[in-house]
Nanobody, 121 residues
Framework: QVQLVESGGGLVQAGDSLRLSCAAS????????MGWFRRAPGKEREFVSA????????YSAEFLKGRFTISSDNAKNTVYLQIASLKPEDTAVYYC??????????????WGQGTQVTVSS
């Protein structure tokens, strides 16, 4: 059974940086694409970024403007999302997912439970 567990969220101040982690377990992930989504209060869940499990290829949403960096550590079965210069509008629940494909992660096979990020001004 595939399990995705996010961590690293919390309450931070605007301008801070944060690294979210997604630990995957349950099978081998060498051929998978892993993605991050977020859902802000009152909004629909939106795609943030995705990466091939080998870490060789990434795809990110246009709105990120360089503040978000996705990476992977195969040895730890973990995918990361580094967020720099956090803004109050980054406040959201951030979800990890197993994607069917890289560009925009249009179909998701499994979701994590999410980790809350709250940015105060």
């Amino acid at each position: 059974q595939v399990q995705l567990v996010e961590s690293g969220g919390g309450l931070v101040q605007a301008g801070d940086s944060l690294r979210l982690s997604c630990a995957a377990s349950g099978r081998t992930f060498s051929r998978d694409v892993m993605g991050w989504f977020r859902r802000a209060p009152g909004k629909e869940r939106e795609f943030v970024s995705a990466i091939t499990w080998t870490g060789t290829t990434t795809y990110s949403a246009e709105f990120l403007k360089g503040r978000f960096t996705i990476s992977s550590d195969n040895a730890k079965n973990t995918v990361y999302l580094q967020i720099a210069s956090l803004k109050p509008e980054d406040t959201a629940v951030y979800y990890c997912a197993i994607c069917q494909s890289l560009v925009g992660c249009p179909e998701v096979g499994s979701w994590g439970q999410g980790t809350q990020v709250t940015v105060s001004s």
